[in-house]
């Protein structure tokens, strides 16, 4: 094989390949970036057998072929190379010279055909989505995924799709998330991603409203195209939590409050909040205003802001970096927040209409001697 290419070019599709390679792994192969050179162009691949992505970049291809390179120094070679034009030679017992500039490396690949197979899809379901739909979307609900396996399925993303909308629900047993936008479909489905292909997926994802993408969804994969790359990705299996059912019906106390103001007096009771030391956030809502208190081993801290209150008063405790989560991903400079006693989840929604709702599950709060 043997490829000339622009570096910068190669460094960007190197860069972003690399995040889906195994970094350890019993099959050496997968510890790599499979290149495959071919008429004018040099796809790169990266794949730990559960997630996978590909791009393609141009090239003057002098000699077809292919062979894989250690993802982690080829990544550091090429990021370092001090002129625009890169070659890239190997030889038929795949030792590979990358030459740029006056710089010259010699390192050894791995034959292409130890290289697992990349799970094809035959898709049962596609999506078209501008670019920062989707971008908005896996936002704010990624924040709510579970980070434990205690149970797998909630280490991803639900996608509910019920042919007028689609839906996206993560929740991790402390807070449930959920976003939802008019998106047309052919036939209801739904499917869990995992969490990290979809902070990938983000990466990848450009601000623009103009770009689209393809979501091809099938039995066990799913497959993002992007751009010029590729991602796919094994879907998780098993029973994804009734999260209608957890979403309290009833709300007695409802209240309309500045997002910002909210969060920067939660982030000041805060500060005397440590991993050491752990508090809950206590929050009385009563007469028009919000009281924020917090108490450790450190001090206290009180503050206050005014909000719209209808209802009874409430006295609730939450986690701090639970409710700043939802507060964090809530779109608009006002949120609206239903309450129903001290021992209901706390739902944070828009000012108006339902695109996003948030579920923040209360700390109980031990009564204070005064």
Sequence with gaps: MKIICNKQQLTEAVSNVQRAVS????IPALEGILLRAEGNSVTLCGYDLELGMTTVIEAAVEQPGSLILSARLFGDIVRRLPAEQVCIA??????????????EFSIVGIPAEEYPEIPSITSETSIDLPHNLLKSMIRQTIFAVADTDAKPIHTGTLFELDGTALRLVSVDGYRLAIREEPVQCAEPTSFVVPGKTLSEVNKLLSDSDEETLSILVGRRHILFKIGCYTVISRLLEGEFLDYKA???TASGTEVLVKTRGLMDSVERVSLLITDRLKSPVRCVFQDHEIKISCSTAMGRANDQLEAEITGPNVEIGFNNRYLLDALRNADGDEVRVQLNGPLSPMKVLPREGNSF??????VRLKSEVG
């Design 23 to 26: 970094t350890k792994s019993s």
């Design 90 to 103: 190997s030889d038929e017992k795949h030792i590979t010279a990358i030459t740029c500039g006056p710089s």
């Design 246 to 248: 957890a979403i309290p």
């Design 357 to 362: 709702l948030f579920l923040v599950l209360p």
